[in-house]
DNA sequence: TTTATTCACAAACAGTGTTCGCGTCAAGTA
DNA sequence: TACTTGACGCGAACACTGTTTGTGAATAAA
């Protein structure tokens, strides 16, 4: 015995399980890598950092979880569950839409690195994913947007919608992003005078401009939704 | 002298090299990576991977990369340099945009998972990527738009150009993409006759012209890319 | 009480990025 | 031509990663 062994838990904990034996099932798993997650992000969500955290070993989660990508999955669907999906009201359809897209944005940020998950899965599968999809779908409908089209536009705008959250939040920990942003403008800077000064020059016209926008964040995210949903009537038209 | 040393490069090979010491260059790094990028993916590419493919060890690369993140992002500029920009006509800017950003789709998909770099680094900062970024911002000023929201709307295309290249290069190879995407679409199926007829019944309906749609692809990115020139047309109005 | 089965556990495997002394080799200097 | 010096490729090591598999114990059924 080397090493001190780690206490059981108490029997009482957890409501007394029917089971004294499992300790482990996949809403916990779920609660201990949702903790992680706010807490230190996803990079941090790995199989062993949540098993640790739960005093067992990596390999014991695989018997509840396929995979770590499942894993990462069922949180970005944790995340999604607040999300409210409006019933359609064809008199401001528009707004209630825009509305659900930045909630939907607003969820995924709030996890740090949760968008990633959306972006690195193909096409979501998961529940909430799903309702919030016919969700867009409805309230296009209600728009009267003929199926054809509002399948394509819900596809780009879950797209767009998608990077933009995870956009949003790259570099884990917002000061890392805001310092890495820094050296990046400042590398740019660099090279624009390095070079010939008729080189570039619209960038250089943008430069300017871009030291005083700051504060995309969330407009940006609304800019890019409008003129997708601008365009949509345009183009149905 | 338990294993055969691996015979050193005849010293003919290369040009005979100034200094016969180093045979260890970035130039020569890009195309080891390269090689490897187009031959097995993005994923493929780490620095054991590239050393190994040189003859050397991991450890020499660092000389020459910082990072094995500026490894992928030098690599994904030379993906962006046979993009070719135009010289703004006023006449017809649009088609040129449209142009130069489908084209830029192109490249990054023709190396397999250089997308995920342009969609995991913040904002690039490479010669090719800016080089792109003031042909955008050109053509939206022959097109007359005004700086400010032509800043906006070259963040909102870009994004939304990655994303998608992003999108249509998921999953490495294509027959493992479009396994994954098979295995998706019957779970989906299978989780909508689990539940309740009148349930997510717009995700319903879509999912019948879903099997007939497909040939999404490039499609796809220019029904975005369009909405979005037409969104910022009729917003600019 | 005995049997059978479930399932958590630990170790192992094959990788990953990155750091750091150690020598060796090439170039500059006397 | 001989010597010094400094650059730099090299290999090992560190601290991780996801996943598989055989083992053994604890529970539920008979």
């Not at 640790?52 to 979880?65: E, I, N, P, R, W």
Request: aromatic fraction near 2%.
């Amino acid at each position: 015995m080397p090493t001190a062994e780690p206490l059981p838990p108490p029997p009482w904990v957890r409501g007394a399980n029917k089971s004294g034996r499992r300790q482990l099932s996949l809403e916990a798993i779920l609660e201990s890598a949702m903790r992680i997650l706010e807490s230190e992000g996803l990079d941090a969500v790995t199989m062993r950092r949540v098993a640790q955290d739960m005093g067992t070993a990596a390999g014991s989660l695989y018997a509840h979880v396929r995979n770590k990508a499942e894993l990462h999955e069922l949180l970005l669907d944790a995340a999604l569950a607040p999300v409210h999906v409006p019933e359609p009201d064809p008199a401001r359809w528009r707004d209630q839409l825009l509305e659900l897209l930045t909630g939907t944005a607003r969820a995924m940020v709030a996890k740090p690195g949760i968008a990633r998950v959306s972006m690195e899965t193909a096409i979501p599968t998961t529940p909430n994913a799903l309702r919030l999809m016919d969700g867009v779908l409805a309230l296009l409908d209600a728009g009267g947007i003929p199926p054809r089209e509002a399948l394509a536009a819900a596809d780009v705008l879950a797209l767009h919608l998608t990077a933009a959250a995870y956009e949003m939040s790259v570099g884990g920990t917002p000061d890392a992003a805001a310092e890495e942003l820094q050296r990046r403008t400042s590398q740019i800077t660099q090279y624009l005078e390095l070079l010939p000064p008729d080189r570039l020059s619209h960038l250089r016209a943008a430069q300017n401009l871009f030291e005083t926008e700051e504060e995309a964040d969330v407009d940006g995210l609304r800019l890019g939704l409008e003129m997708l949903l601008d365009g949509l009537r345009a183009r149905s038209r």
